[in-house]
């Protein structure tokens, strides 16, 4: 963390931190880390479904963070933030970001096929026009999608929080680990967290039928005997993740982990990871845990509230990102 920036903002009046409810625990933990408090609102519904936002405090002048992922259920979450941007627009603070620890709808970045939209890039201007100023993201989904705000986007990797996780639970032995990318599309995540921790690299080669649906092919990479890590950013369904890990153990492979920043796992998902031979799924905290997940024991979530305070600072700041200390 920056020196003495603790120190200077918890006595600052220029910065405030507020948050949806989509994930309100890991807004308080960046608050925590900061050592400010959160925000006072109150966030809710009327009886008819539409959504209401108060705001406890002024904000005028100041810097402000809204923490907000665009998770299940999204359309609340999106809508729960565009009106939180609203009201302090019309509250007359003086620079918005929205900290979006998860970006919804960045799977739908592109027209794989005939008059398909780009809601990607709908949401982005949904968010500019709201009245954002700028976007504080983790790991989206396409590096590309940063384009399509018309703002500032700062895009956090969470490869440098897997990476300090397995250097500590496996030290020197990472040397002789084998990072696997699930995908050919995963390629660049997977190469540079390799490099992060001094491992090799092997790919997973799969066609995909329809959407939520992979077949695996075969493993481009000598795995045998090696213990494997797949890293991805996102995991919903798990069919692929789970498939990948199966080609693995059938190419030799000694144990397979996982990692992933978002851990969506709609659907079947954690009873695929329970049956496959996935030792451990690593995931950040940026999507709440559900009580299933909580009580799947192959799944491990780590805080990436360190992450997003250090990055908050810089920003109030103006501090650059290169030199960050995770």
């Not at 600052?12 to 408090?37: E, H, T, W």
């Amino acid at each position: 963390m920056i020196s003495h920036t603790k120190d200077l903002i918890s006595h600052s009046k220029d910065l405030k931190v507020f948050a949806g409810n989509s994930n309100p625990r890991l807004a308080q933990a960046i608050c925590s880390q900061m050592g400010i408090k959160l925000g006072e609102s109150q966030i809710g519904t009327f009886s008819d479904g539409e959504i209401f936002v108060s705001l406890y405090e002024t904000v005028r002048g100041s810097d402000v963070f809204v923490v907000q992922s665009t998770c299940m259920p999204v359309n609340k979450n999106l809508m729960e933030l565009l009106i939180i941007i609203d009201a302090l627009r019309r509250a007359s603070a003086n620079r918005i970001t929205a900290v979006i620890p998860y970006f919804g709808y960045a799977r739908q970045d592109r027209k794989t096929k005939a008059r398909d939209p780009i809601t990607a890039k709908l949401v982005s201007n949904m968010i500019t026009t709201a009245g954002a100023d700028r976007i504080l993201a983790m790991d989206l989904h396409a590096s590309q999608i940063q384009g399509f705000f018309d703002i500032p986007v700062d895009h956090l990797q969470g490869g440098g929080i897997f990476a300090r996780y397995y250097t500590r639970k496996f030290g020197p032995e990472c040397d002789n680990m084998m990072v696997v990318s699930p995908d050919v599309g995963s390629v660049g995540r997977a190469r540079a967290f390799a490099q992060k921790i001094h491992a090799g690299l092997a790919i997973v080669d799969k066609r995909r039928p329809k959407a939520n649906e992979s077949v695996v092919m075969n493993v481009i990479g000598d795995v045998k005997g090696y213990d494997c890590i797949l890293v991805d950013d996102l995991i919903d369904t798990a069919g692929s993740l789970c498939n990948a890990a199966n080609a693995l153990v059938r190419q030799g492979a000694h144990n397979v982990y996982a990692c992933a920043s978002h851990g969506v796992l709609s659907g079947k998902a954690i009873e695929r990871i329970q049956e496959s031979p996935i030792q451990e799924l690593a995931l950040l905290d940026t999507i709440p845990a559900s009580s299933e997940a909580q009580n799947c024991k192959k799944l491990h979530y780590l805080d990436s509230a360190p992450m997003f305070a250090e990055a908050i600072e810089r920003v109030f700041q103006n501090l650059p990102f290169s030199s960050m200390s995770i």
